[in-house]
């Protein structure tokens, strides 16, 4: 399953737009099969903040594991946005 974060919208800040965009998108997620990896796409996304991200991106870490694998960015925004939740939480997210 792909996750096109771009279809939130191109600035993706705030925690509470963060938690509304996971509530949302969660009924999408109970057809993920046991062995189904979960990619997130950050293509078309201009900004994305710690606090939206960790709304949306820790509830699918702890859920999926290593099975959620985010697609390789170079965007400004998402890196040092991903590397601080990894710092936070203590874990690592696999890139694709």
């Given amino acids: 399953m792909t996750i096109t974060l771009s279809k939130f919208g191109f600035v993706l800040t705030s925690r509470e737009a963060g938690k509304e965009a996971f509530a949302a998108f969660a009924p999408s997620l109970v057809d993920t099969k046991v062995d189904e990896d979960v990619v997130i796409d950050f293509d078309g996304v201009n900004t994305i903040s710690p606090s939206w991200a960790d709304e949306f991106l820790t509830p699918l870490f702890e859920k999926y594991g290593k099975r959620l ?8 925004s998402v890196v040092p946005t991903l590397k601080l ?12």
Avoid: S, V, Y
């Fill in 69 to 76: 694998r985010l697609r390789h960015t170079d965007n400004p």
């Fill in 85 to 96: 939740l990894e710092k936070i939480h203590g874990f690592k997210f696999e890139i694709a």
